[in-house]
């Protein structure tokens, strides 16, 4: 439990949590983004749409935040299309990636909902992709980041793309 988990108006004036080293090199939370080597996510959610991607460097495990010169990690940021009481539905596909569910972010608002687990589901399957625990007030067009290990392309996970 950390601090924002047990009183969510904290939220307001302190970041999450998030343990750096499953995310990119040189990145760092805000109250409503993630920012990687200085862009945010929610700049590139303007440019490019959802679902959308950006790879950096990996951390080298237990370095203290050293940036691999041959791992990447990559950021997903999908939107939820659909939401009820115990699942979300993604734009994203994440059936040939490993996402840190434990690590996912909600981008783009401040909620002071209590964290509850929901229930992911795949855009191309329906599949549930994993497990994630963010606030319990889920909206449709809320946006979601979580790194992956590994470098991938926007067409990976794009629905109907790139397999």
Known sequence: MTLTSLLPTLRDSIPSP??????????????DDVVVSGVSMLRIVDLCATPCVYTGAAIVPVSGGVASPTESTTVVVARIV????????????????????????????????????FTVLDAATGA??????????????????VPCAGCFSVGDVRPGRGR
């Open 18 to 31: 998030f343990d750096r080293d499953v995310w990119p090199a040189g990145t760092h939370p805000t109250l």
């Open 128 to 145: 549930v992709t994993g497990v994630v625990r963010i606030p319990a007030d889920p909206r449709v067009g809320d946006l979601i980041a």
């Open 82 to 117: 659909d939401a009820d009481a115990g699942s979300i539905r993604l734009d994203a596909t994440f059936c040939a990636h490993a996402p840190l569910w434990r690590e996912a972010r909600l981008l783009g608002r401040v909620s002071h909902a209590y964290e509850e687990p």
